[in-house]
């Protein structure tokens, strides 16, 4: 899941970055992922995931914060 997951990765970010205003931080684990509406709760992705649902665990979280994936 190393390299599929990095790559999946960057495809998501930069979508979020460029069509939907995501500001993107990286962290010493990750990266925190801020949507364009603050009153939005912010997202951790971590740079390991710890399990085999964590992408659609990511997932349902960025949809939550507002971002449409």
Known sequence: MGNEYRK?????FKELESE??????????????YPPDASRSAVMIHKTPSDRR????????????????
């Open 8 to 12: 999946s990765l960057k495809k998501l």
């Open 20 to 33: 939907q205003g995501a500001r993107i931080e990286i962290r010493r684990k990750g990266w925190m992922i």
């Open 54 to 69: 964590a992408w659609a665990n990511m997932l349902s979280e960025l949809r939550r914060s507002g971002f449409t994936v």
